[in-house]
């Protein structure tokens, strides 16, 4: 059950990071830039590293390589994006839709707050069960037997 989260969460970041990095990136500059929280200096560079964190993050996931680092970066991801989401839905900013999936797939920012803290939960339980997690990954393949 464990692997088949773990590669589930990967599909679900390599689309989402691959639909960013296939569109124009003034596009998802946009997106951030309505959530107004990052300075106007940082939000290109926002708009240009995230998508590739999402993408090789979900890949990492998907082929079971460094798959403890990558779990921790995807719960950060989605701590943050809760925390960006959130502000946005109490700051009543007019945003129809989160841009978290580029523009294949619109989602309301409520269900994005649900969305991310699946994502977070699923991560930890991940975690918590790594040794299970672990299977099927290029980690247990070439785990190197421990001497002592």
């Known amino acids: ?7 589930i969460l990967g599909v679900l970041f390599i689309i989402s990071g691959g639909e960013k990095l296939l569109s124009p990136m003034a596009n998802f500059v946009y997106v951030i830039e309505g959530y107004a929280v990052f300075p106007p200096v940082l939000t ?3 708009a240009f590293f995230f998508p590739w964190v999402e993408l090789f993050t979900g890949l990492f996931l998907v082929l079971g390589l460094w798959i403890r680092q990558s779990l ?10 809760v925390g960006i989401v959130g502000q ?7 945003l129809d839709s989160c841009g978290c999936f580029g523009e294949m797939i619109h989602l309301p920012l409520r269900s ?9 939960t699923l991560s ?15 980690d247990a393949l070439y785990a190197r037997p421990k001497s002592g």
């Open 112 to 120: 994005v707050i649900l969305l991310d803290f699946s994502v977070f």
């Open 88 to 94: 946005a839905i109490i700051r009543k900013l007019p």
């Open 72 to 81: 921790l970066v995807l719960m950060l991801m989605s701590l943050a994006l």
């Open 1 to 7: 059950m464990f692997p088949v989260i773990r590669i």
């Open 124 to 138: 930890l339980l991940c975690l918590v069960n790594f040794k299970k997690t672990q299977s099927f990954s290029l």
């Open 44 to 46: 290109g560079a926002a």
